[in-house]
């Protein structure tokens, strides 16, 4: 009778014990692990999961969590997870059931782990199971009746993972509804092909850890091809370049596709500044907090007479810090500090680009659509200065997403150009069309050049106003030039 007082007293005691730490964590937290997630714990996992008792250890062993198993840790969308919480709402929609979210449900769990089925077959109560050798190619594990309906999910072990090392041609999942026009189906785990089935899923939470030695989440990289910023380079963002006022820079949404807006940033100095070795820095959300960092040699475009730097920025739609530091050796030679903010996607109406203009525009016919400043295989350097000579081309161009097109026809912008001094329009407009060029499905471009011989010298405006078929608004931009002889 004592021992078994001083049993009951222990287990007392560790529920007592355990009772705090549990508390500890908030709704948010406290049953993560029993959340679809937790079917990707591994065994290591769910021993540090339940020593953790605070929410700031929650948030960030599940932010570690995520991240070991994110095929590119620095990229800025852990495609894994987008996977997963995609079959996830599939799940909930189609699997759930009174009292049980589809995710949680033996279909639910099966998906999660091992993904769509590669064959699926629905089974009646007037039909029999071995059926499923129409599908599969085999024969079945006999001719039992289906006690209700059944849904037959047939997995191909060359379409999975080799790290789940499955023998055999196929693992079948067996799922009988328990009462009829339910939802609510179980898996039958009594035959063999159940336990090779069931074994597979055992290995997945190991399968899928994919950088099991990541300590800490690796901020995501801003910029493509790029690796995180140092603590260093961070550092040197908040001072002032020592080569700052000599630096031109331009800050601009950009066109990438039919939706994609990345910030596209142009960086210039004198010849006879320092050359950059490395572009660096961070971008910041709306909260202020460190979004993603990036550093990246700095590759200096071949201009007639400046130092030309170049970044393009893929980001989301919202409001952003873009913090960037150019180095010469370990000098911070340059530094931008700028508010941007990415729209909106149009995701089906028609709409245009700003429009561009340089002095200088580079053949460059493997550059990536998207890339800053950059239209069917040619690099625009943007102009910054006013002074610009008088045997010089003036370069512009612009995107165009979705223009209304006639069935047949080529799809035309018009340009109307007015030419002012002091002021004042000198003769009449030049008005033509500008072709549009298609780069992508939705996604057409327009270019040409004016010869700035044609212009009297001095001090001018030039006002541009593009009209596209399908768009309201004009495209609109006004350049002030100051023409040398």
């Not at 679809?36 to 591994?42: D, E, V």
């Not at 989301?316 to 700028?338: E, H, I, K, M, R």
């Not at 680009?353 to 625009?380: I, K, R």
């Not at 500008?434 to 499905?441: A, D, I, K, M």
Request: some cysteine; glycine content about 8%.
């Amino acid at each position: 009778m004592k021992s078994q007082h001083l049993i009951i007293a222990g287990a007392v005691m560790l529920c007592l014990a355990a009772g705090p730490v549990a508390a500890q964590l908030s709704e948010e937290y406290a049953e993560w692990d029993e959340s679809p997630a937790g079917f990707l714990l591994t065994e290591d996992e769910e021993d540090e999961w339940e020593r953790i008792t605070t929410d700031a250890e929650a948030k960030r062993f599940i932010e570690l969590f995520w991240a070991r198993r994110n095929p590119n840790p620095t990229s800025p969308v852990n495609e894994f997870k987008a996977r997963f919480e995609s079959m996830v709402a599939y799940a909930d929609r189609e699997f759930s059931y009174e009292g049980t979210r589809g995710a949680l449900s033996d279909r639910g769990k099966v998906m999660l782990l091992l993904g769509a089925p590669h064959q699926a077959e629905k089974r009646f109560n007037t039909e029999t199971v071995s059926g499923v050798a129409t599908a599969t190619g085999q024969s079945g594990r006999g001719s039992d009746e289906v006690r209700a309906r059944a849904n037959l999910w047939v997995y191909e072990p060359k379409k999975l993972d080799e790290k789940f090392k499955v023998k055999g041609s196929r693992l079948l999942f067996t799922f009988y509804e328990e009462r009829p026009n339910t939802n609510q189906f179980y898996l039958d785990r009594s035959h063999r092909e159940a336990t090779m089935g069931l074994r597979a899923m055992r290995m997945a939470p190991e399968v899928y850890l994919l950088h099991p030695d990541l300590t800490r989440v690796p901020k995501p990289v801003s910029v493509p091809g790029g690796t995180e910023a140092t603590d260093a380079q961070l550092a040197a963002l908040g001072a002032v370049g020592s080569h700052n006022d000599a630096l031109a820079t331009m800050v601009d949404v950009g066109a990438a596709d039919a939706n994609g807006r990345p910030i596209w940033v142009h960086l210039g100095l004198p010849d006879d500044a320092p050359a950059l070795d490395t572009l660096a820095g961070q971008v910041l959300n709306a909260a202020g907090e460190v979004a993603s960092t990036f550093q990246v040699p700095a590759n200096k475009l071949e201009t007639a007479a400046e130092q030309v730097y170049h970044l393009t920025f893929p980001l989301p739609a919202g409001d952003y810090q873009l913090q960037v530091a150019g180095f010469s050796g370990t000098d911070a030679a340059v530094t931008l500090d700028a508010p941007v903010t990415v729209p909106e996607a149009n995701l089906d109406g028609a709409w245009a680009s700003d429009l561009w203009v340089g002095l200088q525009a580079m053949e460059t016919p493997n550059a990536l659509l998207g890339s800053a400043y950059t239209f069917g295989g040619w690099h625009l350097v943007p102009l910054t200065a006013s002074d610009v000579p008088k045997t010089a081309e003036l370069s512009y161009f612009g995107m165009v997403v979705r223009p209304e097109v006639a069935e047949g026809a080529q799809p035309t912008a018009k340009l109307k150009l007015t030419l002012k001094k002091d002021g004042k329009r000198l003769g009449n407009p030049l008005r033509m069309d500008l072709n549009l060029v298609p780069v992508r499905e939705d996604l057409y471009f327009y270019a040409n050049a004016i010869t700035l011989a044609a212009l009297p010298a001095g001090e001018c405006t030039l006002d541009f106003d593009v009209t596209v078929p399908g768009l309201e608004e004009k495209i609109s931009r006004t350049v002030e030039l100051n023409i040398v002889e």
